[in-house]
């Protein structure tokens, strides 16, 4: 076990992934000699030379169609977006080619590639350093989407990414990439996709956030414990595949559901676990579900503190879920 | 129409100069290209025919293109990767892709090797390196970009062959893809089938360049503007693009100029937007006409062989649509499988089954 921020985990999940498969590179922009604008990749290019650890030209499109043309020749790439808000030029790579080349081509070509990118708001990054669009590829069908929100999750599910047979879309919170550290295990640590995870153990309502918002839930749900009201936290780690056994399992347990996440609410990600609920757990429900969310708005810059979710509306919600008759 | 207007414009070449840059085996490669030219050409025919009476479901014709896709038969080698355009599936087929296998595509039925996921020319053949394809325009070009260096980085000797139509020299894609081969010196050969058409738009509207190849010097790379209807200029031109790659010296750009003498699809209809003449230039520069005069002129084909091929791939098309067209359609189950790896379970974008 080493203490590491989150950043660090995922610059160990890289080396550890690079050293133990010589098939897994890395690209993307200043991801070499710079390390990456976030240091992800740093060092790795003193390790593991110009051929694994590739400066790219500066082109969504391009980092993302070369990755594709590695996997399918039988390499593990490992993509960098260096921030997710510049993701969109690769769009069409990743819905129409990443997403499709599997069932496509009946099989013939699985395309195995994993894309990292930092994502979400709280550092002053305005409207193109601080998107959240995990609903756009969570609705895309071929599409594995994963948000990690500790280090030693950061870690082991990137290596869960690299080493898994289907694309991958990998997004980093940056927001707490040095604010929050860890115990992270050391050498080949994965942790399963598919599986949420329990932050707090509660009776009374559930609570489910995903990456920064997973620690902004938790002084919530830490706060009401004092006012006598237990609400137990899942942190969903893996959007796709979706743990939807411990979203009704909870919400069967507490009757009351609270989501929370940092991109608009409007067809957001809360918006599908909410219709689940509603199919399958409808009549466990002593209240209606509750969003909290960022607004339907482009990101701001000067307002970001009114943007994102806080403490206060996260625990706002919360008491009035458990309130409700 | 005039007689001179129509006229075809003879290859010029000699035995001797066949000798010197195909070899001497040179008849027989040349015999073997017209062979698959005219399957080509016959297949076109009739899976057209057959659209027209509502037995598949759409087709996207190769007329005039044959000399490029059969020209890359004679260069490329099994190792090398093909990321097709829209009208390289003949290539497919010369390289060894089973007619039969691609006329259960055309029909999307049970024993189509992708499943009938895709519209008809849609294919994919792993077994020779035949890349599946999507409809979207370019996004190959980057792919193959990407597959050229993975090979480079395994040391093995393997060409990417990228194409593209006229129209795809305008995508993010061909931007993208030739700056980072030239960047990083791959082993691609860019192959730019300039039918002249992007469906409605000519290509003098597609970019203000004399010569779409000249795009290749703002990449770093050579480039030049092929004949694409002459089977013998595209040979010349690609083996050594080929070549180069195989050395270790990089990308090239060729630009084939040829004339789509079909619709763009079984959905167009050209009359809309094509001058009355563009027929008549087009069958002035039919590529399977030339190479046929050629192999006349130079002794390597009769009259009698070239009945007897017409007749073969007649008889080849026809066989193998009577298989393809009674197979069923893929079983329902199949829908909701290769979405994810079977590791992932069946079943929708969330594994959940």
Known sequence: ?325 | MTESETELVPLPYDAAHLVALVGDDWGERLLGAYRWMILGRTLDARMLGLQRQGRIGFYGPATGQEAVTVGAWLVSRPEDWIFPGLREQLLALARGHSLDAYLHHLFANDQDPARGRQMPCHPTAREIHYVSMSSVIGTQISQAVGMAYAARSKRASSVAFAFFGDGATSSNDFHAGMNLAGVQRLPVVFCCTNNQWAISVPVDRQSAVAHLSMKATAYGMPGATVDGTDIVAVYAALAPAAERARRGEGPTMLEFVLFRMTPHSSSDDPSRYQARDWMDRARAHDPVRRLEGLLETLGQLDAGQKAGIARDADLEVRRAISVAEVVPPPSPESLLQDVLAPSAGTGAATGRG
Do not use: W
Not at chain 1, 94 to 110: C, D, M, T, W
Not at chain 1, 176 to 186: L, S
Not at chain 1, 201 to 222: I, K, L, R
Not at chain 1, 257 to 262: G, M, Q, T
């Open chain 1, 1 to 325: 076990m080493t203490e590491l921020t989150l950043v660090q985990a995922v610059n160990r999940g890289l080396f550890e992934a690079m050293r133990s498969d010589p098939d897994v590179l890395v690209l993307g922009e200043d991801v070499g000699v710079n390390g990456g604008v976030f240091r992800a990749t740093e060092g790795l290019l003193k390790e593991f030379g110009e051929e694994r650890v590739i400066d790219t030209p500066l082109s969504e499109t391009g980092i993302v169609g070369a990755a594709i043309g590695m996997a399918l020749y039988g390499l593990k790439p490992v993509a960098e977006i260096q921030f997710v808000d510049f993701i969109y030029p690769a769009f069409d790579q990743i819905v129409s080619e990443l997403a499709k080349f599997r069932y496509r081509s009946g099989g013939q070509y699985p395309c195995h590639v994993v894309i990292r990118s930092p994502y979400g708001g709280g550092i002053k990054g305005g409207l193109y350093h601080s998107q959240s669009p995990e609903a756009y590829f969570a609705h895309t069908s071929g599409l594995k989407v994963i948000v990690p929100s500790n280090p030693a999750d950061a870690k082991g599910l990137l290596l869960t990414a690299i080493h898994d047979e289907d694309p991958v879309l990998f997004l980093e919170p940056k927001r707490i990439y040095r604010a929050v550290t860890g115990e992270v295990p050391d050498g080949d640590h994965r942790v399963p996709f598919g599986l949420a995870s329990t932050v707090r153990e509660g009776s009374d309502v559930s609570v489910f956030a995903y990456g920064a918002m997973v620690h902004v839930a938790a002084q919530a749900v830490d706060a009401l414990a004092t006012e006598g009201i237990h609400a137990e936290l899942i942190d969903l780690r893996s959007l796709v595949p979706l743990d939807e056994k411990a979203l009704l399992a909870s919400v069967e347990k507490t009757g009351r559901a609270v989501i929370v996440h940092e991109a608009p609410r409007f067809c957001g990600f809360g918006a599908e676990l909410a219709a689940i609920i509603a199919e399958k757990a409808l009549y466990s429900l002593k209240a209606p579900v509750v969003r909290v969310t960022g607004y339907d708005t482009p990101f701001p810059y000067a307002l970001e503190h009114l943007y994102l979710p806080n403490m206060e509306r996260v625990a706002h919600a919360i008491r009035k879920t458990a309130q409700a008759a």
